[in-house]
Each structure stands twice: as C-alpha cells, then as structure tokens.
C-alpha cells in the first residue's frame, strides 16, 4: 500500500453521487474524464475546499496554458497539492513552497507515494522548496519556470493546530513559539514581544488582530511580559484572560501576534503582486483566506487587476483589466464541509483568470 493509513482518496462518483473509498493503485486520468475527483484525507480531514479549488484552478479547460506549471505556495501537509498532481501529465511541474520544515518533509513522503503510484505519461515533475513564498519570484527565477497557476492556502495547517509543541495555539500548552520557520532567523512570539514597543503593539492588536481594545491590551500584555516573561501560550492566554473576560480576545490576541511574528501581510503584500505580474493569458491563481482581515488584503490586491481603465473624458473603457474573478463573490464551504471540518468555517476562496 502506498497511503498511509491516515491518509486516504475517496473518488466522487457522479452516477452515485457519493464519495467511496478508492482503493485502486492508479488513476487514469483520461477516462475518468473529471467526473472522479480525489478527495485526500490528513487525520480525517479534507484540505478545506479541496473539490473547489480543484474546480476553480481549472488545469483541464480549453484555453489552459501548456505546459501547466502549477506553484503551490502554501504546501502544507500536500494535501491540495495531490489533487493537482493528479490532474498534470509528464510535460507538466508541479511546485510546492513551505516554509516549514517538519510540514514539508511530511508532505514530501505522501507526495513521494502518490508519484510512485502514477505512470510515467501521469507523472508531472516535482520540485519541493524549504523557503517563504515571498520569495516565490527568485524561487520559480532559480527553478528556471513562469507559473501557470498558483494556489496560496494561508496560515496555519493541522498540524500547527494540534501541536502545542509549537506554540500556534492556546488550546494546548506549549512554549510561546509561534514561528512556520525555525531554522531561520525569525524572532519567537516570546522574543517578539520582548521587543516590540507599545505604539507598534497596539497597532498590530487593532489591525491585525481587530482587537477593539488595543491601547489598553497592548499596555496590559506588555507590562506584565516585563515583569514575568511569558514562557508559555498558557501564560500568554491567561493574561489576556486578567484584562478580557472576551474569549474571543485569546484569539485576536494570538492572531495578530502570530501574523507579526512571520511578517505574513508583508509576504502576502509582495509575493501575489509577483504571481500576478507573472500569469500568461489562461493562468489562474487562487487564495483561501481564513479571517476577515487576510481577505480584505487578498481582495485589494485582486481589485488593483480586475479593474478596467476608464477614460476620463468618454466614460468608456481604455483599457481592458488583466484579469477577471471566476466567481463575483468568494467561495465558502458547503454546510457539510463545515460540519465535518469546523475549521473551514471562516475559509474564502478567491479565484482569478488572465484574461489578457
Ligand atoms: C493552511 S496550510 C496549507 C495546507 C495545504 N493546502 C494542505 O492541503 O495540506 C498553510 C501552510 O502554509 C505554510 N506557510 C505559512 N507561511 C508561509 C510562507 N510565508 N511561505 C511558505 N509557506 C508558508 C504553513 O507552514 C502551513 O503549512
């Protein structure tokens, strides 16, 4: 068997319409003809809108770009990342940026079956980076490739939920860590608090965060870190607990720290525009945001190429956008993706084509 146990293909039987388990060694492609699409599991999971990102990076229509050259900018545990190479062909790549590296090597094995498990015609070159995806530019420049498509999932995965150990979460206790990276240089959530000052504090709290009592948060946290340093997510957890009876404070406070410490606005603000920059006419790239904070970026940056020109003096068109959304509003789970993954509650899928 090449899966792992936790890890398991369900085929959509569209004459059935259910998914079942799928148990063959292969897939072929070409006469399933779309109507199986793989759902991969991680610890009972589906990546969060799996079928519709695959629906909506569209690497089978007419007009798609050849070869397809697929960057994932978000690797995570390759969970997104299996159902795409499933749909590529040898003449295709397949790239898959992480930047952290117990998720990458773990991604790397589940890869390294399903490639196994494909013919050579259905085997699509892959590349694994250890890198951030703001470096997409000189990562796609050194592998010698323009993307085609482009697929960034952000924040946190499974596994940084689930693992105290690396401080992500105040669910379980850990040390107040909070880094994708640590073999870099990246200050811990510890370290950063260590340093940051109040003024800047209080503005990641309200913009980062959209904690709605910054100032006073931001003097709390900071004058008790002085006093005892925080060791711990516990310690961190309990203090906004002695300021906030809000528990929803604990996850503002955590999310805007968390965001700070991996700099993640600033890779988003610099490694989208790049793709963008990038796309041949046909190319798509998709973005989950989970917070309503990563979505107004993601929404931003996709209006500044979704516009057309306007002439002053018409009215009329000059110049046609870029780019247009596959949908107008984003993409939200089905109520039965949110019940089976409650983590995909707050997921938003926002998709673009080039269009010239
Ligand atoms: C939501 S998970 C992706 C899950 C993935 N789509 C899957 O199906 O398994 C987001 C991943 O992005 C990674 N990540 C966060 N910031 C990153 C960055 N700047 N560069 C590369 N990877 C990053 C995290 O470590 C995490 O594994």
């Given at each position: 068997?090449?899966?792992?146990?936790?890890?398991?293909?369900?085929?959509?039987?569209?004459?059935?319409?259910?998914?079942?388990?799928?148990?063959?060694?292969?897939?072929?492609?070409?006469?399933?003809?779309?109507?199986?699409?793989?759902?991969?599991?991680?610890?009972?999971?589906?990546?969060?809108?799996?079928?519709?990102?695959?629906?909506?990076?569209?690497?089978?229509?007419?007009?798609?770009?050849?070869?397809?050259?697929?960057?994932?900018?978000?690797?995570?545990?390759?969970?997104?990342?299996?159902?795409?190479?499933?749909?590529?062909?040898?003449?295709?790549?397949?790239?898959?940026?992480?930047?952290?590296?117990?998720?990458?090597?773990?991604?790397?094995?589940?890869?390294?079956?399903?490639?196994?498990?494909?013919?050579?015609?259905?085997?699509?070159?892959?590349?694994?980076?250890?890198?951030?995806?703001?470096?997409?530019?000189?990562?796609?420049?050194?592998?010698?490739?323009?993307?085609?498509?482009?697929?960034?999932?952000?924040?946190?995965?499974?596994?940084?939920?689930?693992?105290?150990?690396?401080?992500?979460?105040?669910?379980?206790?850990?040390?107040?860590?909070?880094?994708?990276?640590?073999?870099?240089?990246?200050?811990?959530?510890?370290?950063?608090?260590?340093?940051?000052?109040?003024?800047?504090?209080?503005?990641?709290l309200?913009?980062?965060g959209?904690e709605?009592?910054?100032?006073?948060m931001?003097?709390?946290?900071?004058?008790?870190?002085?006093?005892?340093?925080?060791?711990?997510?516990?310690?961190?957890?309990?203090?906004v607990?002695?300021?906030?009876?809000?528990?929803?404070s604990i996850?503002r406070v955590f999310?805007a720290v968390?965001?700070?410490?991996?700099?993640?606005?600033?890779?988003?603000?610099?490694?989208?525009?790049?793709?963008?920059?990038?796309?041949?006419?046909?190319?798509?790239?998709?973005?989950?945001?989970?917070?309503?904070?990563?979505?107004?970026?993601?929404?931003?940056?996709?209006?500044?190429?979704?516009?057309?020109?306007?002439?002053?003096?018409?009215?009329?068109?000059?110049?046609?956008?870029?780019?247009?959304?596959?949908?107008?509003?984003?993409?939200?789970?089905?109520?039965?993706?949110?019940?089976?993954?409650?983590?995909?509650?707050?997921?938003?899928?926002?998709?673009?084509?080039?269009?010239?």
């Amino acid at each position: 068997m090449f899966f792992l146990a936790s890890f398991e293909i369900f085929v959509w039987r569209e004459n059935e319409n259910q998914y079942s388990r799928f148990n063959g060694r292969n897939s072929d492609k070409n006469s399933t003809n779309f109507e199986q699409i793989m759902i991969e599991q991680i610890d009972g999971h589906v990546p969060v809108l799996y079928r519709e990102v695959l629906e909506h990076l569209s690497l089978d229509q007419d007009g798609t770009p050849q070869p397809r050259i697929v960057v994932d900018c978000t690797l995570g545990l390759g969970g997104h990342a299996i159902g795409i190479i499933r749909s590529l062909r040898c003449d295709d790549r397949f790239i898959g940026i992480e930047w952290d590296a117990a998720n990458l090597e773990e991604a790397r094995n589940r890869i390294d079956a399903v490639l196994d498990s494909l013919s050579p015609a259905n085997r699509p070159r892959v590349d694994l980076v250890h890198d951030s995806y703001a470096h997409v530019q000189s990562i796609c420049t050194k592998l010698g490739v323009i993307p085609t498509h482009a697929l960034y999932d952000l924040g946190i995965s499974s596994r940084h939920a689930d693992d105290g150990d690396r401080g992500f979460t105040w669910r379980f206790p850990g040390p107040l860590d909070m880094r994708y990276d640590r073999t870099g240089r990246l200050p811990t959530a510890k370290e950063w608090l260590s340093t940051v000052d109040i003024e800047r504090f209080t503005s990641i709290l309200r913009e980062y965060g959209e904690e709605p009592h910054a100032y006073g948060m931001a003097k709390h946290l900071l004058a008790e870190h002085a006093n005892t340093p925080f060791e711990t997510t516990a310690d961190l957890a309990a203090s906004v607990s002695r300021r906030s009876r809000d528990r929803k404070s604990i996850l503002r406070v955590f999310q805007a720290v968390r965001i700070a410490v991996n700099g993640e606005f600033d890779s988003m603000r610099t490694s989208i525009p790049e793709i963008l920059g990038r796309l041949p006419v046909g190319g798509r790239i998709s973005v989950i945001s989970f917070h309503s904070v990563e979505d107004r970026i993601v929404k931003h940056l996709f209006a500044e190429v979704t516009a057309d020109e306007i002439d002053n003096l018409t009215g009329r068109t000059s110049k046609e956008a870029p780019y247009r959304k596959t949908t107008r509003k984003p993409v939200v789970p089905t109520d039965a993706e949110i019940t089976e993954n409650p983590r995909a509650r707050s997921a938003k899928l926002r998709t673009l084509v080039r269009i010239n």
